[in-house]
């Protein structure tokens, strides 16, 4: 018959059973044959045999039912352990499959991206997270009745520093977004100094597909006549810095670009509302999109004529962020032909003649430079002299190293700007100084200039 429970998995306890057991058949024959026998020492094993046996009974014991809901002995310690830790649940949760497990490895699952459940790979319809109420009352009893000091889900942490109670306001918080526009106005405020403040009040956005939309709720609302603008304004830079902080966030990324009323929303906001609202609508869009598929999906949407149309204002609270997101937008190719689409070359130049955000301004029209339309408006506009007064003037390689970039493609795009490099070089060597003390990128831009120009002269006197 084969060996089973905790007693017969233990190989000390078997070696040792086994042994004594054998010793006493020993006995047993000697005392038949009339041999020699030692019954102080028979007492004695017989005396261990039986704490052995007080052992196993003891340790079946830890496995009785201490509720009669589960009547399968065996099946007690399972019930109460988390299927991905196989530990005693701290605070069980349920989640949309029925499944149960402790709260910080399921988070930890849907963290990493899942949307699956790990018992039954069914695909989740939803990542709330319900509290098991009946498996942590059981858990509670069979702790006091074995003497296990039973974990207190209240003050409990798990690995962000979130308590129950913690999630418990969140909770509350979210739901007075329905609430009249006063409580609205105290919950944004405090959602945005939490959000700010504790990394981790970010992460809860992650556990409801609802948190979000609940968040941005009032920003949906038509606004009552009796509300005044400033409050109305007031609560929209709230929600949307709220956002902003949110998604820093690497894990929320995804799930607030793709929650529909996201995009569309900071969108409207760079057109209306504080120059800070705008600007961080704008910041936004920058962090979203650090993700290659949010790139696509913010280009789609139209985000960047918006983006645009802020640059060009040129209020200086908002250029370094809109900058950026243009930027970070136009890594993605079908971008670039929005940005050019949408008039983002000649706002751009406009700011670099002006010597506004040069750096920043210089390297999105370098990366806009693949694109042969704007290669085009960048000659039409007066791009060439601008750029080599750039390298002439200023200390920064990587400036020079940009503006050489753009004067590279410019010149191999057509001969109508050879005579404007051809002066410049005559007058200034421009072109010259830069291929013998740029950047390694800059002198094989500059040299490559320089030959084609070269070459050019050459076939001219040849003629």
């Known amino acids: 018959m084969a060996k089973s429970g905790v007693f017969e998995r233990d190989p000390v306890m078997v070696a040792k059973a086994m042994e ?22 028979m007492e004695q094993m017989l005396s261990a045999l039986k704490e052995l046996k007080l052992k196993k009974k003891s340790v079946s014991n830890l496995k009785v039912n201490c509720n009669n809901n589960i ?12 299927p991905l830790s196989k530990e005693l649940m701290r605070d069980p949760v349920i989640i949309a499959t029925g499944e149960t497990y402790d709260r910080p490895f399921i988070q930890r699952w849907l963290k990493a991206g899942n949307r699956t459940c790990p018992q039954t790979q069914q695909v989740l319809s939803h990542t709330n997270l319900t509290p098991n109420h009946l498996i942590r009352k059981m858990i509670s009893q069979w702790c006091k009745n074995h003497g296990v ?3 207190n889900s209240v003050q409990y942490t798990n690995e962000e520093g979130l308590t129950e109670a913690d999630r418990g306001h969140f909770l509350s ?7 009249t526009s006063s409580e609205q106005k105290k919950a944004a405020k405090e959602l945005r100094l939490l959000t700010k403040r504790m990394p981790s009040f970010r992460a809860l956005f992650g ?7 609940q968040l941005l709720s009032p920003l949906s609302q038509t606004k009552c006549e009796t509300e005044t603008e400033e409050v109305h304004l007031d609560l929209q830079e709230d929600l949307i810095t709220t956002l902003l902080n949110l998604s820093i966030h690497d894990n929320n990324k995804k799930l607030v670009a793709e929650t529909p009323t996201v995009i569309p929303l900071l969108i409207n906001t760079l057109k209306s509302g504080t120059i800070e609202t705008r600007s961080n609508s704008a910041a936004t869009l920058f962090t979203l999109s650090a993700l290659d598929s949010n790139k696509a999906i913010i280009g789609k949407s139209g985000a960047l004529k918006p983006l645009i149309e802020l640059l060009d204002e040129g209020h200086p609270l908002a250029m370094k ?12 190719h079908e971008n670039k032909a929005r940005a050019v689409r949408d008039g983002g070359v000649q706002v751009i130049l406009k700011k670099i003649v002006s010597r506004v955000h040069v750096d920043e301004l210089l390297s999105i029209l370098a990366m806009l430079s693949t694109n042969q339309r704007a290669v085009e408006e960048m000659g039409e506009l007066g791009a060439v002299p601008c750029l080599l007064s750039i390298i002439r003037e200023t200390s920064c390689a990587r400036n020079k190293e940009n503006c050489i970039a753009i004067l590279h493609t410019i010149c191999f795009s057509g001969r109508s700007k050879w005579k404007a490099m051809r002066e410049e070089e005559s007058t200034y060597r421009t072109i010259s100084q830069l291929a013998q003390n740029g950047t390694s990128r800059a002198k094989r831009k500059a040299s490559g200039i320089l030959d084609r120009l070269n070459r050019a002269v050459n076939l001219t006197h040849t003629a």
């Open 207 to 213: 556990e409801s597909l609802d948190a979000i939309p």
């Open 149 to 151: 000091k039973s974990p």
């Open 71 to 82: 009547s399968n002995q065996e099946m007690v310690l399972e019930e109460f352990k988390c």
């Open 173 to 179: 918080l979210l739901n007075k977004m329905s609430s």
């Open 321 to 332: 962020d809109v900058a950026s997101a243009i930027f970070n937008l136009c890594i993605l």
């Open 20 to 41: 004594l057991k054998k010793e006493l058949q020993r006995l047993v024959k000697a005392i038949v044959e009339e041999d020699d026998v030692n019954l102080d020492s």
